[in-house]
């Protein structure tokens, strides 16, 4: 009897996370350990028979993000993202790394660098330095503070995987910038209630 996709998706996602700790242990996270997570990440998010679009419904409204493996306590999440053509974010940082690779679809990233030294509060300066497209065969990683913002390109549902330094229930207060006018504002954080 074959066996079912979920079982065989579970192990996969527990072998990930076993690789992403043999290689954090070694080295923390650095731009080349968040490189090497990248490369597992996307060659993972390749194999399309682990996930079945059967067994992840659809966002009700712009995006939508499906648990796969969230270890415990501090531990990082691995998700199964599905974002709808037209959604897009705003520039942010998430105060925790991550790593994305697709499955199907596009979804474009813009990374911003800060300028400004952060005297005046609910004031920041950023610019652009670089775009990713996330699209089969290719990921993104971000450190910590990495600045990013993100709109699904095409009409198909951009349909991913999502590793985060923490679980999203556990997410630090993620801070999101508003260039043409020079501010920025912080979330609340869940680093005190989950
Ligand atoms: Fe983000």
């Known amino acids: 009897m074959p066996v079912a996709a979920a079982t065989r998706r579970a192990r996969a996602c527990a072998t990930l996370l076993q690789q992403v700790h043999a290689i954090t242990d070694i080295e923390g996270i650095t731009p080349s350990a ?83 030294a952060g005297a005046v509060a609910s004031k920041a300066d950023v610019v652009q330095v670089g775009e990713v497209m996330v699209e089969p065969g290719n990921g993104m990683a971000m450190s910590d503070h990495d600045i990013h913002s993100t709109d699904v390109v095409g009409d198909a549902p951009a349909i991913g995987l999502a590793l985060y330094g923490y679980a999203l229930v556990r997410f630090p207060s993620v801070a999101w910038y508003h260039p043409a006018f020079g501010t920025t504002r912080s979330g609340v954080s869940r680093r005190s209630v989950a």
């Open 34 to 116: 968040l490189h090497a997570i990248k490369l597992k990440l996307v060659a993972l998010a390749r194999r399309a028979d682990l996930f079945p679009a059967e067994d992840f419904s659809m966002p009700v409204a712009q995006g939508r993000n499906h648990p796969l493996l969230v270890e415990d306590g501090d531990g990082h999440g691995l998700y199964l993202t599905i974002n709808l053509p037209g959604k897009e974010a705003a520039p942010h940082d998430h105060g925790i790394w991550c790593v994305h690779a697709a499955i199907s679809g596009r979804e474009r990233h813009v990374f911003y660098r800060r300028t400004d």
